[in-house]
Nanobody, 124 residues
């Protein structure tokens, strides 16, 4: 079992930056591929970014490439999402997810564990 707790979401102006954190506890964090997903009101949940357990390979949704950076600190059992040049369309609840020995990428069905989410609101 893995528990995931996101933090860092808040209200920010367009063009601003935020760093989200996701703290994991339970099983060995370094064996999990970690992902960030988001869900805006009235929309389906979508993939944002992932970082692979084995070699740190990262994947991003096209709309966030060059603006968002996913990283992890295995010593702290934490994954981060650095977001810059934020846009109103980035407004959503952001979820952290974990996939044991996962391949990475945006297939949400592969992620066994999910956090409760943190709200990011970008004002225009």
């Amino acid at each position: 079992q893995v528990q995931l707790v996101e933090s860092g979401g808040e209200l920010v102006q367009a063009g601003g930056s935020l760093r989200l954190s996701c703290a994991a506890s339970g099983r060995t964090f370094s064996r999990f591929t970690m992902g960030w997903f988001r869900q805006a009101p009235g929309k389906e949940r979508e993939f944002v970014a992932s970082i692979k357990w084995s070699d740190g390979t990262t994947y991003y949704q096209d709309s966030v490439k060059g603006r968002f950076t996913i990283s992890r600190d295995n010593a702290k059992n934490t994954v981060y999402l650095q977001m810059s040049s934020l846009k109103p369309e980035d407004t959503a609840v952001y979820y952290c997810a974990a996939d044991y020995y996962g391949p990475g990428g945006g297939q949400s069905i592969l992620y066994e564990y999910w956090g409760q989410g943190t709200q990011v609101t970008v004002s225009s």
